[in-house]
């Protein structure tokens, strides 16, 4: 059974940083892409960032959060990691990890698709991030 788990989130001031862990497991997947989501009530799930495994690894940032944001992982310890800098209040919200294996081919067919969580098979649950102005 494929389990993701975020943590990390908490509050901070505006001007400050989190990072994000994703720890996943119960895989063997060679192939996926795991993206980081945030939602706030009242307001449809966002994409916020996406990583993709192997070698030629590729990783994709909404404009909102293009240079604050920093997604990694370590893949021996199967967590994809997101550093967030120069948090705003607007980044408040329940960010949530999720995995994608058999919409990946699609996914680089259509970049604009990782950004979409319809595309992601797996969800792990969210942790929340406030961010104090």
């Known amino acids: 059974e494929v389990q993701l788990q975020a943590s990390g989130g908490g509050l901070v001031q505006a001007g400050g940083s989190l990072r994000l862990s994703c720890a996943a497991s119960?895989?063997?997947?060679?192939?996926?892409?795991i993206g980081w989501f945030r939602q706030v009530p009242g307001k449809p799930r966002e994409g916020v960032s996406s990583i993709t495994s192997g070698s030629g690894s590729s990783t994709h940032y909404a404009d909102s959060v293009k240079d604050r944001f920093t997604i990694s992982s370590d893949n021996a310890k199967n967590t994809v990691y997101l550093q967030m800098n120069s948090l705003k209040p607007e980044d408040t919200a329940v960010y949530s990890c999720?995995?994608?294996?058999?919409?990946?081919?699609?996914?680089?067919?259509?970049?604009?698709?990782?950004?979409?969580?319809?595309?992601?098979?797996?969800w792990g649950k969210g942790t929340q991030v406030t961010v104090s102005s």
């Open positions: 999720a995995l994608a294996d058999s919409t990946l081919a699609t996914m680089f067919s259509n970049p604009t698709m990782f950004f979409n969580p319809d595309e992601y098979d797996y």
């Open positions: 119960g895989f063997t997947f060679d192939d996926y892409a």
